[in-house]
């Protein structure tokens, strides 16, 4: 059984849930505690989560275990584009947003760590305003189609989606967690963004994680 060390909450481990779930591949978790990273050593040679273990192979960093899935559970149903332009595309789209977005999320993120009387939640506020450019050519994309590369869902859209999730707390998320509450009270994509807010929704749906044993 394939076995996932992670944070839950992390969205580098949401996207590798997603994929798996999508694939239906069946899988375990192991929470990972911060204050402990060996089991991550032990596995995979690396402090930081997500990691898989499949069988004797063991993969670390998110994308590169998306990669791993596609090319190696060919099976199941798939999350690689077809042609390589689409591959082209959905590059360009990814590097692209992320490149607008990393600054604004990563402050947005900052605040959200800090201790909670610390916390600057106008500040968080006023980047959600800067999410509404950093997002135009991906609303425009997503006017268009339901996912980044048209009728099928790619690994693009988990990349990108789980990107935006500061910007899209959930409540589960937001129960367990202060940091989480916070972001999805202070942090959301502009109502404009109507595309952009139905895809991420429609991409997160796919994160449903077994049951812990
Ligand atoms: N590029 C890596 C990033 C991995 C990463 O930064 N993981 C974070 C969680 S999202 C982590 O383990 N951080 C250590 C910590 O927060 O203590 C990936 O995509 O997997």
Redesign the pocket.
């Known amino acids: 059984m394939l076995r996932l060390l992670e ?1 839950h909450r ?4 949401v ?1 590798v849930r997603i994929a798996l779930s999508y694939k239906g591949l069946p899988f375990e978790m192991e929470e ?1 505690s ?1 204050a402990d990273r060996s089991p991550l050593l032990r596995a995979a040679n690396w ?4 990691v898989l273990i499949d069988g004797e192979v063991r993969m ?6 998306l990669h791993y899935l596609e090319s190696n559970h060919r099976d199941a149903p798939s999350l690689t584009p077809d042609r390589i332009e689409e591959i082209r595309r959905g590059d360009a789209l990814r590097d692209e947003t992320q490149a607008r977005l990393r600054p604004i999320l990563r402050a947005a993120f900052n605040e959200a760590m800090k201790p909670e009387p610390n916390r600057d939640a106008s500040a968080v506020q006023r980047l959600g305003a800067a999410l509404e450019p950093a997002l135009g050519p991906l609303e425009r994309v997503l006017a268009a189609s339901p996912f980044l590369l048209g009728e099928r869902m790619s690994t693009y859209d988990v990349v990108l989606a789980c990107t935006l999730m500061p910007a899209r707390a959930s409540d589960e998320f937001a129960r367990q967690s202060p940091m989480w509450a916070f972001l999805r009270d202070n942090l959301s994509l502009p109502e404009s963004m109507g595309g952009v807010r139905g895809w991420v929704d429609r991409v997160l749906e796919h994160d449903v994680p077994p049951a812990r044993a």
């Open positions: 944070f992390s969205p580098n481990c996207k990972i911060s402090p930081l989560v997500p670390r960093e998110s994308e590169a275990i």
